[in-house]
């Protein structure tokens, strides 16, 4: 599950770094970034993302009693939840956003 975890924290540093220039052209756009930015999905993901990290940086360490079967399907379960908040996030911004951009015709 190492690479699992590495995985993890490749996809974080990914999203921050959309985070971080779609903020920027939200600016640049003239618009406010917290507002282009805010929705809910983005508040549940980071609720999930604690027991995914959890998960992931306790992959070994579990006790006997939770058997290393139910610890990955644990964690792929909240690692589907977060992905898909996560795309349905980056849908709502790529949408508020659209409007500033003129379509290739």
Do not use: K
Request: positive net charge.
């Amino acid at each position: 599950m190492s690479l699992a975890r590495t995985g993890l924290w490749a996809y974080l540093a990914c999203f921050l770094l959309w985070l971080l220039l779609t903020g920027a052209t939200a600016t640049r756009l003239g618009l406010d970034r917290r507002a282009a930015l805010r929705h809910w999905t983005i508040l549940v993901w980071r609720v999930a993302l604690v027991p995914t990290l959890t998960l992931a940086i306790l992959n070994g360490h579990l006790s006997h009693t939770w058997p290393a079967a139910h610890a990955a399907l644990a964690f792929a379960a909240f690692h589907l939840l977060t992905t898909a908040l996560l795309l349905a996030y980056t849908t709502v911004v790529r949408r508020r956003l659209r409007p500033f951009f003129p379509s290739p015709s």
